[in-house]
């Protein structure tokens, strides 16, 4: 199995999908959802739980305690406060590609009254078109709010720094995933670039290991990590990503666009800013309003923020008739 990876492709796919049903069972064990088995883990549980193996040139088991260490101060303080407040997320759902004026408007004015504050645009089709979009969404949601882009992996390194420096008027706070996401020097020689505009890199969706997000940070190729609870090999190496990106001092903006993403990473996000960053500058976590009609405990955001789940568990059980109805290949969504 090993030298199907190492660590990356299917594998790891598969590995997550393993490991984080065995961290399901121990929260449901335990009668906690899993960020409050986390938080109330030791530091030195939760240090035990992490592969060093490929990082200690970045981040060691010592260096990892004593970040847990110091973030103790505070802690209950900020579990009470995210059990009353939640954690800032960010909207993907207004400005995908292909969506008429009209609708962007729609929308735009639907999240804004919701209190959405923080906005992500996809682009990369069509330079002028981009152009379009994001001054109209600019301009629906004000200058005080937070624009974002993201490109899904669209241009070559060139390209990239010269078509985000285009939009760079309407003042992004990040380009996600502007090249492809295995190119640490490439996103490197991006981050560079766009530095003098204000723009920072954010990627990680596609980043299939603890080892490449430690080049990543290493290189000073992102200024923004945003973790997957599914492409990483399950809440473990997670953990090792975000006391990392918190060593390098760079926010995680975890991803969350894909089906129950949001359900899980929900608790990833709670444990990093209650016992690892304790800081919320720029720190944001995706959301994307469809497809939570397919789980048990679907995500609840109230005021654009994530609401800390009370059910036991990691929130990825799914309806029993979704699962039947997906099922390979007996389900009726494959004949």
Known sequence: ????????????????????????LWARAEGKPLWKLLVDMDPKQIVSCIDFRYITDAL??????????????????????????????????????????????????????????????????????????????????GPKNTLMIDANQRWDVSEAISWVSRLAEFRPLWIEEPTSPDDILGHAAISKALAPLGIGVATGEQCHSRVMFKQFLQASALQFVQIDSCRLGSVNENLAVMLMAHKFKVPVCPHAGGVGLCELVQHLILFDYICVSADLNNRMCEYVDHLHEHFTCPVVIENAHYMPPKSPGYSCEMVESSVLKHQYPDGEVWK
């Open 60 to 141: 060691t088991e010592d260096e990892a305690l004593d970040i847990l260490m110091k973030a103790q101060k505070g802690k209950r303080q900020r579990e009470e406060q995210m059990l009353k407040e939640g954690y800032p997320a960010y909207t993907m759902s207004c400005a995908w590609l292909g969506y008429p004026d009209e609708q962007l408007k729609q929308l735009c004015t639907d999240a804004l009254q919701c209190g959405w504050t923080k906005f992500k645009v996809k682009v990369g089709a069509d330079l002028e078109d981009d152009k379009r979009r994001c001054r109209l969404i600019r301009t629906m949601i």
């Open 1 to 24: 199995m090993r030298w199907l990876g190492p660590e990356k492709g299917v594998i790891h796919l598969a590995t997550a999908a393993v490991l984080n049903a065995v961290w399901d």
